[in-house]
């Protein structure tokens, strides 16, 4: 099955990711930072199923809201490992 892209609002944002002291995960995968109006948004992917986005007021914000996102998913993903893993024994 083909994934669906995802648009993003507003326009691609010019980030020096280097100028600033930003979380492990950002550092790694540097996501992308759009703006629309007051709003910004990291992505890192733009196919629906896969997307991890982060929402602030700022390019800074967005990015930190994102890595808080990818850091709950990591520790979502142990328990839901065990969980399958159980129910195919």
Same mark, same amino acid.
């Given at each position: 099955?083909?994934?669906? &892209?995802?648009?993003?609002?507003?326009? !691609? $944002? =010019?980030?020096?990711?280097?100028?600033?002291?930003?979380?492990?995960? $950002?550092?790694?995968?540097?996501?992308? $930072?759009?703006?629309? #109006?007051?709003?910004?948004? &990291?992505?890192?992917?733009?196919?629906?199923?896969? =997307? $991890?986005? #982060?929402? #602030?007021?700022?390019?800074? =914000? &967005?990015?930190?809201?994102?890595? =808080?996102?990818?850091?709950?998913?990591? &520790?979502?993903?142990?328990? !839901?490992?065990?969980?399958?893993?159980?129910?195919?024994?």
């Amino acid at each position: 099955m083909k994934q669906q &892209a995802r648009t993003i609002p507003g326009k !691609l $944002v =010019d980030f020096d990711y280097n100028r600033y002291r930003l979380p492990t995960f $950002v550092m790694q995968f540097k996501p992308s $930072v759009y703006q629309d #109006g007051d709003c910004f948004y &990291a992505v890192l992917s733009f196919e629906e199923e896969h =997307d $991890v986005s #982060g929402l #602030g007021t700022s390019p800074e =914000d &967005a990015l930190i809201d994102w890595n =808080d996102k990818v850091c709950e998913m990591l &520790a979502l993903s142990g328990p !839901l490992r065990t969980s399958l893993s159980i129910k195919n024994k």
